[in-house]
């Protein structure tokens, strides 16, 4: 562990400890602690032998969308999920949501763990942050796995006027990039709109419970409001930072994954556009949450991508 760096162990709402109908035995493998920098202090949830993987959720989630796969990638893998800025149990300032400094956090947990070099798997919002990881520390990450989003900078941008199918996905990208007013119509409606945000992204629904988690943990807290809609406050720095990004090519291997229900094929087209070595899964049945939908299905693509990362032992726990 980095000198100077703090890992006392995290309790309470947002952590392991209360978060409910884990798979069986998790709370055994599975710890939640707080790493403290100096710069933000982020909550993790860390378990498993093995090279580590850092896990990376998306929008409107927490580390809490892993669990599913979670003890399967722990028998391989030192698994660390993490809460990004603004999230979960993690420390919410009000700026520094651009995917650079995103990024750095999560350089920074994994340097305090110990970790020069480690493996990443980023979904949603999460894409947006492995991709900055790989981009703007090359010699950090050995393999990356991206699922679910358009790449803001890359990705081509859809028409205003597109259709209602592609508008009913896409319009929380205008929506969340609002100031203060979206904080205002959302506060006390936030089973709503996070509720309607699941339910229409999905192709096997969410469970209800994890829904539930997922919106209390919002409701409960104006500054976690707030902070769920940063990211894309964020967006016109993020975007000028991947337009300078996707000049360099990313040459390590890149797993791109999009439920059939969902981006498909295009999250790796978009990921052609800025990596030399890109590798393709569709996951069938899978709406916009392979980790929850389908988790056995993405763990069938996860594991033969990671397999020559797993026998290089490469980045080695130290923690």
């Not at 798979?23 to 949830?45: A, M, N, W, Y």
């Not at 205002?184 to 419970?209: C, H, I, M, N, S």
């Not at 300078?244 to 229900?261: E, Y």
């Not at 996860?302 to 080695?316: D, I, M, N, Q």
Request: glycine share 10%; hydrophobic share 40%; proline share 7%.
């Amino acid at each position: 562990m980095t000198s100077g760096a703090r890992v006392p162990m995290a309790d309470g709402p947002g952590s392991v400890a209360q978060a409910p109908n884990l798979p069986l035995g998790f709370t055994e493998t599975f710890t939640s602690r707080f790493i403290d920098t100096g710069k933000l202090r982020q909550h993790v949830v860390v378990g498993g032998e093995g090279p580590p993987l850092l896990l990376v959720h998306g929008w409107p989630q927490s580390w809490y969308a892993w669990r599913l796969v979670m003890p399967a990638l722990a028998r391989d893998f030192r698994v660390i999920a993490v809460d990004q800025r603004g999230t979960g149990l993690t420390g919410k300032p009000a700026d520094g949501y651009d995917t650079a400094t995103l990024a750095d956090d999560l350089i920074a947990v994994m340097q305090a763990l110990g970790h020069d070099r480690f493996a990443v798997v980023g979904h949603d919002t999460g894409m947006w942050i492995g991709y900055a990881i790989a981009a703007d520390h090359p010699d950090r990450v050995d393999r990356l796995v991206l699922a679910e989003t358009p790449l803001p900078g890359v990705s081509p941008s859809p028409p205003l006027f597109s259709g209602s199918r592609l508008n009913d996905r896409l319009f929380h990208f205008g929506f969340n990039r609002l100031d203060d007013i979206n904080d205002q119509l959302v506060a006390g409606r936030e089973a709503v709109y996070f509720g309607w945000q699941f339910a229409t992204k999905a192709a096997r629904p969410l469970p209800d419970d994890a829904v539930r988690y997922y919106v209390s943990a919002l409701a409960s807290d104006r500054e976690a409001l707030h902070a769920s809609f940063s990211i894309y406050r964020a967006l016109d720095t993020t975007i000028a930072q991947n337009e300078r990004r996707k000049s360099r090519h990313l040459t390590l291997p890149v797993l791109a994954i999009g439920g059939q229900h969902s981006l498909g094929d295009s999250v790796a087209a978009t990921m052609k556009l800025t990596a030399d070595d890109v590798q393709t899964v569709v996951i069938a049945g899978c709406g916009h949450h392979p980790a929850e939908e389908t988790p056995n299905e993405l763990m069938a693509a996860l594991t033969p991508f990671l397999e020559p990362y797993k026998a290089g032992l490469v980045g080695a726990r130290r923690d």
